[in-house]
């Protein structure tokens, strides 16, 4: 799997030399000033400071890649690619958020494989037929109410799926990652119009695939 | 009820989701609302994308099944010390520029042996001593019919050609400059004849005794190509990622 034509493309592409611009309050958040200690270490050779990176971020970093790529499979390779590539270019990291910053590794990584898929077009996210791979849920919440809500993020899931890959970028970035427009923008490589129209049309067919579904969501 | 489809077919959607997405300024705005106000299909498509966007931020996060930390082996690999980061530098993809580099040295090399290869003037002389002899042979025709048969010519240098060229027979050879054969005495301004015979390779070569230029730098572009070609070469086995 590590080999496949799109992740080469992931693995040849250097991460983008842009700073993050969003308010990182760094000095004053332990979490941050600890990741970025931790990149000073890891920068200087030190193998465990950037494994203790790894372990901070790797859910995240997956739980945002699986968004965009739902292929389970594939979604894995492009986080272990978008690590090696991050330490591979610990060099370039110019402060700010740690966290944003492997992020943006891993959206590069993932639009990557999504244009190569695109170019070769497959058995669209055939795992999404597996339902082992939902989350459990929480243990406390009533059955009915757990089941409902199980039930929602499959079908939500599915219709991500479902969707252009344009789209559901857009929207798992605005949407879950929390960017703003003017981010998804720049991160994606157009317009601000586009970013908007991407986001409302997404969640024009969103709806369209969840015709008779829509139960689910109301109440 | 058809009627109410029909009329809500044609309202714009765009708007209703550009609502949903808080992305109207006013005007917009209160056309949107309007809209929503007056049509119970937009009124409910404006609740369903709500709906929607609301689930997409509470989706649950996928459960991770593999640990992404990286063993040594994999760290030596990403970031190699010594020769090979060196040598790994001619493979990476920022140095794009070694692979049409290299082919233009290759090429400029291989073409300037060839040159050299090929005798003193090589083609260009041929090509230019076939005019010559054309040019020759025309004023030989024209002098023929008034001179009778005298053994030599003068070619038509325009009238008045103040340097009048021996035209033996015909000789191959010639150069871009258009210099006499190589065989023939070259008359210079003074009427001085100048024996050419190395002037043919001059370009080339350099003078006679000289230090041959072009077959030097021939090899020195060859060798460079073919030496970026096989560090390329080398980094790309090193690192197949």
């Given at each position: 799997?590590?080999?496949?034509?799109?992740?080469?493309?992931?693995?040849?592409?250097?991460?983008?030399?842009?700073?993050?611009?969003?308010?990182?309050?760094?000095?004053?958040?332990?979490?941050?000033?600890?990741?970025?200690?931790?990149?000073?270490?890891?920068?200087?050779?030190?193998?465990?400071?950037?494994?203790?990176?790894?372990?901070?971020?790797?859910?995240?970093?997956?739980?945002?890649?699986?968004?965009?790529?739902?292929?389970?499979?594939?979604?894995?390779?492009?986080?272990?690619?978008?690590?090696?590539?991050?330490?591979?270019?610990?060099?370039?990291?110019?402060?700010?958020?740690?966290?944003?910053?492997?992020?943006?590794?891993?959206?590069?990584?993932?639009?990557?494989?999504?244009?190569?898929?695109?170019?070769?077009?497959?058995?669209?996210?055939?795992?999404?037929?597996?339902?082992?791979?939902?989350?459990?849920?929480?243990?406390?919440?009533?059955?009915?109410?757990?089941?409902?809500?199980?039930?929602?993020?499959?079908?939500?899931?599915?219709?991500?799926?479902?969707?252009?890959?344009?789209?559901?970028?857009?929207?798992?970035?605005?949407?879950?990652?929390?960017?703003?427009?003017?981010?998804?923008?720049?991160?994606?490589?157009?317009?601000?119009?586009?970013?908007?129209?991407?986001?409302?049309?997404?969640?024009?067919?969103?709806?369209?695939?969840?015709?008779?579904?829509?139960?689910?969501?109301?109440? | 009820?058809?009627?109410?489809?029909?009329?809500?077919?044609?309202?714009?959607?765009?708007?209703?989701?550009?609502?949903?997405?808080?992305?109207?300024?006013?005007?917009?705005?209160?056309?949107?609302?309007?809209?929503?106000?007056?049509?119970?299909?937009?009124?409910?498509?404006?609740?369903?994308?709500?709906?929607?966007?609301?689930?997409?931020?509470?989706?649950?996060?996928?459960?991770?099944?593999?640990?992404?930390?990286?063993?040594?082996?994999?760290?030596?690999?990403?970031?190699?010390?010594?020769?090979?980061?060196?040598?790994?530098?001619?493979?990476?993809?920022?140095?794009?520029v070694t692979r049409p580099l290299a082919l233009a040295f290759t090429t400029l090399?291989?073409?300037?042996?060839?040159?050299?290869?090929?005798?003193?003037?090589?083609?260009?002389?041929?090509?230019?001593?076939?005019?010559?002899?054309?040019?020759?042979?025309?004023?030989?025709?024209?002098?023929?019919?008034?001179?009778?048969?005298?053994?030599?010519?003068?070619?038509?240098?325009?009238?008045?050609?103040?340097?009048?060229?021996?035209?033996?027979?015909?000789?191959?050879?010639?150069?871009?400059?258009?210099?006499?054969?190589?065989?023939?005495?070259?008359?210079?301004?003074?009427?001085?004849?100048?024996?050419?015979?190395?002037?043919?390779?001059?370009?080339?070569?350099?003078?006679?005794?000289?230090?041959?230029?072009?077959?030097?730098?021939?090899?020195?572009?060859?060798?460079?190509g073919l030496?970026l070609f096989?560090?390329r070469?080398?980094?790309?086995?090193?690192?197949?990622?």
């Open positions: 799997m590590l080999d496949s034509i799109g992740l080469s493309i992931a693995v040849r592409r250097d991460p983008r030399p842009v700073e993050d611009l969003r308010p990182t309050e760094a000095a004053e958040d332990p979490a941050q000033r600890r990741d970025l200690w931790l990149v000073e270490q890891a920068r200087s050779g030190d193998l465990d400071a950037f494994n203790a990176l790894v372990e901070t971020h790797q859910d995240h970093l997956f739980a945002l890649v699986v968004r965009m790529v739902p292929d389970r499979d594939q979604a894995s390779d492009v986080v272990q690619e978008a690590f090696f590539s991050a330490y591979r270019h610990l060099a370039s990291f110019r402060g700010g958020s740690v966290r944003s910053w492997l992020g943006r590794i891993a959206i590069n990584a993932a639009m990557d494989i999504q244009r190569a898929r695109r170019r070769r077009p497959v058995q669209p996210y055939p795992e999404l037929e597996d339902e082992t791979w939902q989350p459990p849920a929480p243990s406390t919440a009533e059955p009915e109410l757990t089941a409902i809500a199980a039930e929602r993020s499959r079908a939500l899931a599915g219709a991500l799926a479902g969707i252009t890959p344009d789209q559901r970028a857009a929207i798992v970035l605005f949407d879950i990652e929390g960017y703003d427009y003017q981010e998804i923008a720049d991160l994606t490589g157009v317009s601000l119009g586009t970013v908007k129209s991407r986001i409302h049309r997404g969640r024009l067919a969103l709806r369209a695939l969840l015709e008779g579904r829509m139960e689910l969501f109301r109440g | 009820m058809a009627d109410r489809m029909t009329a809500h077919r044609d309202h714009d959607t765009i708007l209703i989701a550009s609502l949903a997405a808080g992305d109207l300024a006013d005007l917009a705005r209160a056309d949107a609302e309007a809209l929503i106000a007056a049509c119970p299909d937009c009124a409910a498509l404006h609740a369903d994308l709500l709906a929607i966007a609301a689930a997409t931020r509470e989706l649950p996060a996928p459960v991770r099944t593999r640990d992404y930390r990286l063993t040594r082996e994999q760290a030596d690999r990403l970031r190699p010390a010594g020769r090979r980061r060196l040598l790994e530098a001619f493979g990476s993809p920022r140095l794009a090399g291989i073409a300037g042996l060839l040159l050299t290869a090929v005798p003193a003037g090589g083609p260009a002389r041929m090509l230019s001593s076939g005019s010559e002899r054309d040019a020759a042979a025309t004023a030989q025709a024209n002098d023929g019919a008034g001179s009778g048969a005298e053994g030599t010519a003068v070619p038509a240098h325009g009238a008045g050609s103040p340097a009048p060229v021996p035209a033996a027979s015909p000789q191959p050879g010639g150069d871009l400059a258009g210099e006499p054969a190589a065989s023939a005495p070259a008359i210079v301004s003074g009427g001085e004849p100048k024996d050419s015979t190395t002037q043919g390779s001059g370009a080339l070569a350099g003078e006679a005794g000289g230090i041959p230029w072009l077959p030097i730098l021939s090899v020195v572009l060859l060798s460079t030496g096989a560090l070469f080398a980094a790309r086995r090193l690192d197949p990622a």
